[in-house]
């Protein structure tokens, strides 16, 4: 108890710091948000109605500590401000449109890759030298080592464009309205989703599956395994609850920690199917120089990786009784 | 069972035959319906935000859901079209300026579009200043109702091109919008609007679908409300490739999307139904350099750097060919009727402004630019060493292109040019302080020929901070064309309006403050899958591109419709 304790407050202080970074560190880049809006009309904006854009945006140029102040205090009520390449959108609005097409695709990618991952790691150390050690794993493996955007424009121009099994874009049939009621707009959505989480998971399964696997065969090599053989165990009793219990500790941190970044999104995802989420949402603030908005996205990977830390923390506890 | 289907059958079609005959008018009928799909390349997911004046707000809220009250078309050389203002006057001392208003135009909760609203909207930017995104304020005192569909705005000092500015403003209703708080921070998520596109029906992180107002006052050749079409539905893109995959396919209507090698890709895909047309006529992109440092402030040296710049290459390697080079005087097509021919023939006999590195050389010896130290690159007449940078922006990869092509031409010259890839906000910044040797830099495309010049050589641009607003990047100034930009638009005669612009031209080709390289092209493509109507090369009758701030796009939203019933059908 005491080191969850101990672990609580660690995670509480790494809070604010990063609350503090999150603040500071936007400001750092050159450019402003009215600067950047006059561009994106490249000369069609009349240059003279710069001056109203000031006037909209003028709470940007109070002093920085005051802004922190505010910031701060904002925060603890929960309110994110307001959005200003959106102006005058609020942030948390703004984010909840994108925020439910990444949790899913990206929360269930990565839920699936991870899940896959471990047992079949397991299974490639358990009987290694068969089929799924050195056929699937070296095939796993390499496609992990492509760069992402490669499969997934790749699996785009054939699968979809060419072959047209999978839909071009977006998260949904455009067509349907947005009802979970209704059967057509769900399968859709399914539908939608197929390509874009098939190519996470084949991407991701690599790098779990092979830590997995290097973790197994230490472990295999450990006496208590070779009592638990000798004891009689049944195979499956002792790769599962003997060695597989204590391989998966490593990557639970790792696992918890993308499950934190899956706040973040996958931007590259999203760019190349055109699917909704947090990942262009954030690109376009930065592009933006829309600190609130920024600050609001940050703050929410911040939080949640420090969250699935902890929660990670909690598993260890619970798995691994050394820690306790 | 046979016959009675085949009865059947002719009694459908007779029926659609007679409705069609009790339809027709001139002999064919305008097919009703569908959904026009638009792209208007990488787009930020949608927000709902249909307040026309705030900073950014969702895409045709402003010409679509509003309308301004009248349309400047571009091809035609910005002449006004009357839409929600039937015309305008000036005063015989033009210091008012009066618009007559549209009767018969209704809100579209029925209330009664009339000079109220139009009075409200100009009082509404002097209580609230941030919503003048048009920068209205600084040319009115006040604004007067002279009867329901008269308005007459009380200007602050002569300006004759005010006409421009004040019919750009898009009215907001008197009646909804006068009990509301704080106009700046509001988003209207339900506008109450006179539009075509006033209904909306879904606005989220994927989509933009804007629906018919039923009640629309202008009428369709079937004598119905406008327009033919039924709604507007825009896709986000997150990328400009998923935007081109989509529209390559075939399931966009209406493009606004920059796609490179387009003969080869979307041409191709379908030479029948595809088209596209880059209209040269936006604000020509330039050359711009900083005439209050050393070498640029000298004239023999800005002469030989414009003869040493290959046009023709930076169109058609930098730009894909979609546009050509500019004209000498810094006017693209879209103001043909304003070229001075003396001052491009000037500008011909001097050679400037035409390919040819011999001449430069020989303009750079004659002018005392030599290599001094034997370096191998050209020095200054004092003998100091002579380096230079090419501004441009990261990312804009066909101004990067351009400035590679110039600054290649420079070193075969002699010059010792290099680029200069810069982000954003550091690239303006730099121009805006006069930090910066040479750069490329767009140029004021509309509305008049003036406005390209104000915003370029107008001296008071350069604000008591030394910030140089608009496009005087290159600080380069006279009292004389500030004087002709001042008498301008202090009359209204076209004859001395016309002198006064000539002499415009004569004076920049002079000096050449800036070197003009090419019209930014404005990317417009469309299908006739589903839809016609829209402006081709042929009959270019508007700006077609969509992305267009001035409410262009209104007008061609009047001509589009179904190709027939069944793609009406299809389009949904």
């Known amino acids: 108890m005491r080191f969850l304790v101990r672990r609580f407050l660690f995670y509480l202080v790494a809070a604010y710091v990063a609350i503090t970074l999150n603040f500071f560190l936007p400001r750092l880049m050159v450019g402003d948000p009215v600067q950047v809006m006059f561009s994106k009309f490249q000369g069609r904006m009349d240059p003279r109605a710069v001056e109203s854009l000031k006037e909209t945006f003028g709470f940007v140029d109070a002093p920085v500590h005051e802004q922190y102040f505010t910031y701060l205090k904002h925060l603890v009520k929960g309110d994110l401000g307001i959005s200003l390449t959106n102006f005058p959108v609020p942030v948390s609005e703004v984010i909840s449109g994108s925020l439910e097409w990444t949790l899913r695709l990206v929360g269930i990618a990565t839920i699936f890759a991870f899940s896959i991952g471990m047992i079949l790691g397991t299974i490639a150390a358990w009987r290694r030298g068969k089929f799924v050690d050195t056929l699937i794993l070296p095939i796993a493996s390499i496609l992990a080592a492509f760069p992402y955007f490669w499969i997934a424009m790749l699996a785009l121009y054939y699968l979809a464009h060419i072959q047209g099994w999978f839909p071009i874009g977006h998260g949904y049939n455009l067509r349907l309205k947005e009802d979970w009621g209704d059967r057509a707009y769900v399968s859709s959505v399914i539908e939608h989703g197929m390509l874009p989480m098939l190519t996470v998971v084949i991407t991701a399964l690599g790098g779990w599956m092979l830590g997995m696997r290097n973790n197994m065969i230490n472990v295999l090599a450990e006496d208590y395994i070779t009592l638990a053989q000798a004891k009689g165990l049944s195979d499956r009793r002792v790769m599962l609850v003997y060695a597989a219990r204590n391989a998966i500790l490593p990557s639970l941190t790792g696992f918890a920690m993308s499950l934190g970044f899956v706040i973040g999104g996958a931007l590259i995802v999203e760019i190349v199917f055109a699917y909704p989420g947090m990942g262009f949402t954030l690109l376009n603030s930065v592009n933006g120089r829309d600190y609130p908005l920024m600050q609001g996205i940050f703050l929410m990977i911040t939080l949640s990786v420090l969250a699935a830390n902890f929660f990670a923390d909690v598993i260890y506890v619970l798995l691994d009784p050394r820690a306790r | ?572």
């Open chain 2, 1 to 572: 069972m046979k016959t009675r289907s085949l009865i059947l059958v002719l009694v459908l079609v007779t029926m659609l035959v007679a409705s069609n005959v009790v339809n027709a008018q001139d002999g064919t009928k305008i097919p009703r319906g569908g959904v026009v799909v638009v792209s208007e390349g990488r787009q930020a997911p949608f927000v709902s935000n249909f307040n026309p004046y705030a900073p950014d707000p969702t895409p045709w809220a402003q010409a679509g859901v509003y309308e301004p009250l009248m349309i400047p078309n571009a091809p035609n050389g910005f002449e006004l079209i009357p839409w929600l203002a039937t015309g305008y006057s000036y005063s015989e001392d033009l210091l008012t300026l009066t618009f007559t208003l549209q009767e018969g135009v209704k809100w579209n909760d029925g209330e009664d579009f009339n000079a109220d609203d139009v009075v409200f909207t100009f009082e509404l930017f002097q209580k609230f200043p941030a919503l003048d995104r048009k920068a209205t304020l600084p040319y009115f005192s006040s604004v007067e109702k002279v009867d329901d569909y008269t308005v007459a705005i009380h200007l602050t000092e002569v300006y004759t091109l005010a006409h421009y500015l004040f019919s750009s403003v898009w009215p907001l209703p008197e009646h909804a919008w006068s009990t509301i708080e704080d106009p700046v921070t509001y988003t209207n998520d339900t506008p109450v609007a006179t539009g075509p596109l006033a209904t909306v029906k879904v606005v989220n992180e994927q989509v933009l679908e804007l629906c018919r107002n039923e009640t629309y006052w202008q009428m369709g050749e079937d004598g119905l409300p406008l327009p033919y079409v039924d709604c507007m539905r825009q896709p986000v893109y997150p990328g400009n490739d998923p935007a081109n995959l989509a529209t390559v396919n075939g399931e966009v209507d209406w493009v606004a999307n920059f796609i490179p090698d387009i003969e080869s890709t979307f041409i191709a895909a379908n030479p029948e139904k595809h088209h596209y047309y880059f209209w040269p006529g936006g604000g020509v992109v330039s050359l711009y350099y900083n005439t209050e440092k050393a070498p640029y402030n000298d004239l023999a040296f800005r002469q030989a750097l414009s003869m040493a710049i290959d046009y023709e290459s930076v169109t058609s390697i930098g730009m894909y060919g979609y546009t050509n080079p500019s004209e000498p005087i810094l006017l693209s097509d879209a103001f043909k009727g304003s070229w001075n021919q003396e001052a491009i023939d000037a500008a011909a006999e001097m050679g400037i402004h035409e390919y040819d590195p011999d001449a430069a050389e020989a303009a750079l010896d004659a002018a005392g630019y030599v290599d001094a130290n034997g370096d191998g690159w050209r020095d200054l007449p004092d003998g100091s060493d002579l380096s230079f940078k090419v501004q441009v922006v990261n990312g804009w990869t066909d101004w990067v292109t351009s400035v590679q092509i110039m600054s290649q031409n420079f070193q075969d010259v002699g010059l010792n040019a290099s680029i200069d890839v810069l982000d954003f906000g550091i690239w303006l910044n730099n121009l805006q302080t006069g930090t910066y040797d040479t750069s490329i830099g767009w140029g004021t495309g509309d509305p008049t020929a003036w406005d390209v010049f104000r915003n370029l050589l107008f001296s008071d641009l350069i604000g008591d901070d030394g910030i140089a607003n608009a496009q005087l990047w290159s600080r380069w100034t006279s009292e004389e064309a500030d004087q002709l930009l001042v008498d301008y638009v202090a009359t209204t005669d076209a004859a001395a309006q016309k002198a006064a612009m000539d002499r415009i031209q004569m004076i920049f080709v002079e000096n050449l403050p800036l070197i003009p390289l090419f019209p930014g092209p404005t990317w417009y493509e469309w299908t006739d899958y589903r839809f016609t109507g829209f402006p081709t090369e042929e009959d270019y009758y508007i700006q077609g591109s969509s992305w267009t701030t001035n409410g262009q796009r209104l007008v061609v939203l009047m001509q589009l419709h179904c190709i027939s019933e069944e793609t009406c059908a299809e389009a949904q």
